[in-house]
């Protein structure tokens, strides 16, 4: 028995030293313009504020693209993972760690500019044939709750939302912040003025880096000093002045 008790409390040690060697890993997604790749580099407004912060901090984490579903999995399930950018909602707030905010933004529905009638309400747009979002995420089940009952969330990417605006498959579409709609605009060379952003406030919030709970204290106070100093120093701020290109209406 005294063997067996040793055994074992040496298998203990064992396992909670590996979870402690587990080294750490950022995920994010690719929503521009927070985070994506172009021309096979990572790149975007929340890239540049991680990468400022981890060149403080000293930290040399490795950082890993995936899907949206993936990467939130990944934070919910990987030891020691850190994800940005992830907006801060009641439902996650006691799941993860916080550092942030990165930056507050609004999500409100767009439609073409032209051959429709403005729209201006919830009302009308529970009216409408169809709304598309993305397949998956906040804005979906913030619709759903709602009530909406014509939405399409066939959209695996957000260039798919406006490719389906532009060619008449839909009458409005839902997925992304105003400066995710100037930076989709530019990329896909939609001119001023030919889409309509439509003054429902869909969604408000904060974006914030999430750590799973396991990640160290010291590590989370760490970052989070590491972006007051940008802040303070007006690189927080400078950073986001090179994405926030508002699209004219």
Known sequence: M????????????????LARAEPYQVVTEDWAPYNYVENN???????????????????????????????SLSLQNR???????????PEREPLYK???????????????????????????????????????????????????????????ESVQLYRMLLAGRTDVIVGDTDAGVAFYSRQLNIGPGFLRQIPVEIYRSSLYIAFSPDCEDDVVNAWARA???LRESGELERIQRRYEQPTEQ
């Not at 005294?2 to 030293?17: D, H, M, N, P, Q």
């Not at 000293?58 to 950082?63: A, M």
């Not at 030891?79 to 909602?89: E, N």
Request: glycine share 6%; net charge positive; aromatic share 6%.
């Open 2 to 17: 005294k063997y067996s008790t040793t055994t074992a409390a040496l298998i203990c040690l064992l396992l909670g030293t």
């Open 41 to 71: 580099q990572l790149t975007g407004m929340a890239t540049e504020i991680v990468e400022a912060m981890m060149a403080l901090t000293g930290d040399h984490f490795d950082v890993v693209v995936l899907p949206s579903m993936r990467a």
């Open 79 to 89: 030891p020691r993972t850190i994800m940005y950018s992830m907006f801060r909602t």
């Open 98 to 156: 916080w550092v942030g905010p990165i930056v507050e933004e609004s999500i409100h529905p767009y439609q073409l500019a032209q051959g429709r009638p403005p729209l201006y309400s919830l009302e009308q747009l529970r009216k409408v044939e169809k709304i598309t979002t993305r397949h998956a995420g906040l804005v979906p089940k913030r619709l759903h709750a709602l009530g909406f009952t014509n939405l399409d969330s066939s959209a695996v």
């Open 227 to 229: 972006l007051n100093t």
